[in-house]
């Protein structure tokens, strides 16, 4: 492991010029992705700049009503919050859903939204990898790829984004704050994980040396009927093979409202709008849903052994809007 020096800030422009200050620096939250990328060698960075002492990890009213949640808001914290239980269910359940409780009490908000890929040959240094050195190959491709991408994938990188957090985020129309240098800039969720194209080592669009420093959800009431649902290997402690964040509104049977973001699926959280397109205005029935999963899966390309999310997605999307249309009608 390289050596690397550490500095601790406590203002929000004291850790941005601290990053500028030295090109291979990197911001340190709960260190729970970072130092274990540091220990593999994917990252080598000279200096850590530790953010969790910056007054960011706060959960504030907007003037519209909607919620921003501060980048150092530790994971436990966001999914304990009373108003992210009341009005974004999903996010309060898609946060438990990840990691442990301990994983949990260290990690944050930002470094959830920025945590690597958990493909096995990005952290195998004896192996080739596109997002870890561009150009040198996607070993994937023909290899171990039973947990990859189906939508929006490209031949130089299969990856799935890992997380749950995410995924929520998406589905909820969340816009990411952050300060550099020149200032601070938003990034709604959409435009801040970058298709994977020819450049899977290019994940955001947040500018060099930016720090995260919010994300906020605007006011959805539909918001507050909503669910997310994580398919895994084992009950506890596994990444999503497939997972779903769906909010639905149903007025005299029919669709009125609807969310829907599928994680687990692409390179990043997978707003599913075709699939909300086709349901808006049609009988709540599972025939709807299942067209609807479908409009969204039309677009899948499968790899020999990860066909199977094809129809796990679509499964879940008929179970989960299937639910939440019962609970609709009590
Ligand atoms: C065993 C294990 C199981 C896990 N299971 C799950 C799971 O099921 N679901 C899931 O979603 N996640 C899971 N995780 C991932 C975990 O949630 C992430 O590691 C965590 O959210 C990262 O947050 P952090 O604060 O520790 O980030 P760090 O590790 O400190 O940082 C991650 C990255 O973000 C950057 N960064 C951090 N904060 C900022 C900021 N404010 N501005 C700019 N850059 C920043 C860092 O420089 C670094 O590049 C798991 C992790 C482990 C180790
Ligand atoms: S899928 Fe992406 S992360 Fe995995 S080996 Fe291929 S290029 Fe690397």
């Not at 601790?8 to 939250?29: H, I, K, N, T, Y």
């Amino acid at each position: 492991m390289r050596e690397f020096g550490y500095e601790r800030a406590f203002d929000v422009s004291g850790a941005v010029a601290l990053l500028g200050g030295e090109p291979e620096a990197r911001f340190l939250a709960g260190g729970t992705n970072l130092v274990d990328l540091m220990k593999a060698g994917v990252e080598r960075p000279a200096l850590l700049i530790d953010v969790r002492e910056l007054p960011l990890d706060g959960v504030e009213f907007t003037e519209d009503g909607g919620l921003r949640i501060g980048s150092t808001v530790t994971n436990s914290d966001l999914a304990a919050h009373p108003e992210v239980r009341r009005r974004f269910p999903a996010l309060a359940q898609a946060v438990l859903a990840g990691a442990s409780g301990q994983l949990r009490n260290m990690a944050t908000v930002g470094g959830n939204l920025l945590q690597r890929t958990r493909c096995g040959y990005f952290i195998d240094l004896s192996k080739p990898c596109n997002k870890r050195t561009p150009g040198s190959g996607c070993p994937a491709l023909t290899g171990e790829h039973h947990n990859h991408g189906i939508l929006g994938t490209s031949e130089h990188c299969v990856a799935t984004h890992p997380s749950d957090m995410a995924v929520a985020l998406a589905a909820f129309d969340a816009v990411i704050s952050y300060e550099t240098a020149d200032g601070p800039g938003e990034l709604p969720i959409d435009e801040f994980y970058l298709p994977v194209g020819e450049t899977p080592h290019i994940e955001t669009a947040l500018p060099a040396g930016a720090l995260i420093t919010g994300v906020t959800l605007p006011q959805d009431p539909v918001a507050a009927r909503s669910r997310y649902r994580k398919v895994r290997e084992r009950a506890s402690y596994a990444f999503a093979i497939g997972s779903l964040a769906a909010a639905l509104d149903v007025q005299d049977d029919v669709v009125s409202e609807v969310r829907l973001a599928f994680g687990a699926v692409a390179s990043r959280p997978w707003r599913a709008r075709a699939a909300e397109q086709v349901l808006i205005g049609r009988t709540a029935s599972a025939e709807a849903f299942a067209a609807a999963a479908d409009a969204e899966l039309a677009a899948a390309e499968a790899l020999p052994e990860n066909g199977y999310k094809v129809t796990l997605m679509r499964n879940l999307v008929v179970a989960v809007l299937t639910e939440l249309t019962e609970e609709a009608a009590r």
